[in-house]
């Protein structure tokens, strides 16, 4: 009887554990499988809540350690932002012109897209917080945002193989404001430093539309946190 009663403890002590807001277990776990990635490939889909109207793209990004990614939006604009040895670049589609930024991209800024920005804000909060959802973890932590100062909660969630699920970007009120639902994840992809040659994308565009770029949606938070250097048609 003593037997069944501490095995029955045990398994409370246990289920407690892992669903307590205090599990740093759960943090440390999901921090160093983030860290340990060399390369993978993802899509997903984002939507931005705006006072007028919702955004909604689809995402794709590659990466290669150490600083390697190319991230492609597919939305009301298309844009591709492609970091490698030159720097940070982004190619609009339509205008078939290249944008250069300052190459602090993406690690100074949150990107809810980005496996290595959620990495290092749930790193950066000492009180970030893991708990069980169903099969899933969930981290909680505080965040910086460069662009929506009102933005200060990300809530990550994957899965206990640590296959990413989704990642929530809150504001002071407790309302989400930018959703992205990871849909499919690659770890270890096929990929080289090819992959992430501006040169290969922006001669692939159409000649030239001459029309100005307002860049708005890349100045918004596709860029969080960079400032252009300069651009090329």
């Known amino acids: 009887?003593?037997?069944?009663?501490?095995?029955?403890?045990?398994?409370?002590?246990?289920?407690?554990?892992?669903?307590?807001?205090?599990?740093?277990?759960?943090?440390?776990?999901?921090?160093?499988?983030?860290?340990?990635?060399?390369?993978?490939?993802?899509?997903?889909?984002?939507?931005?809540?705006?006072?007028?109207?919702?955004?909604?793209?689809?995402?794709?990004?590659?990466?290669?350690?150490?600083?390697?990614?190319?991230?492609?939006?597919?939305?009301?604009?298309?844009?591709?932002?492609?970091k490698n040895d030159s720097g940070v670049f982004v190619i609009s589609k339509q205008l078939n012109k290249e944008f250069k930024f300052d190459n602090n991209w993406p690690m100074n800024g949150s990107h809810p897209y980005l496996l290595e920005t959620i990495n290092k804000d749930i790193k950066a909060?000492?009180?970030?917080?893991?708990?069980?959802?169903?099969?899933?973890?969930?981290?909680?932590?505080?965040?910086?945002?460069?662009?929506?100062?009102?933005?200060?909660?990300?809530?990550?969630?994957?899965?206990?193989?640590?296959?990413?699920?989704?990642?929530?970007?809150?504001?002071?009120?407790?309302?989400?404001?930018i959703t992205v639902e990871f849909t499919s994840f690659l770890q270890d992809s096929n990929l080289s430093k090819d992959n992430f040659n501006q040169k290969n994308y922006l001669n692939k565009q159409e000649e030239g539309n001459e029309e100005e770029s307002s860049l708005d949606v890349t100045t918004g938070f596709i860029i969080d946190g960079s400032s252009l250097t300069s651009s090329v048609e």
């Open 1 to 82: 009887m003593k037997k069944i009663f501490g095995l029955i403890l045990l398994c409370f002590i246990f289920l407690v554990g892992c669903n307590s807001k205090d599990n740093t277990d759960g943090v440390t776990k999901v921090t160093n499988y983030l860290s340990s990635l060399d390369s993978y490939s993802l899509s997903s889909t984002m939507k931005i809540k705006r006072t007028d109207k919702e955004i909604s793209l689809d995402v794709d990004v590659d990466y290669l350690a150490p600083n390697y990614y190319k991230v492609e939006f597919n939305g009301e604009s298309q844009q591709l932002i492609l």
């Open 125 to 177: 909060d000492s009180e970030a917080s893991c708990y069980l959802d169903g099969e899933n973890f969930v981290v909680e932590c505080k965040i910086e945002h460069k662009t929506n100062q009102s933005l200060n909660k990300l809530k990550y969630t994957c899965t206990k193989d640590f296959v990413p699920v989704s990642t929530k970007f809150i504001n002071s009120e407790g309302k989400t404001i």
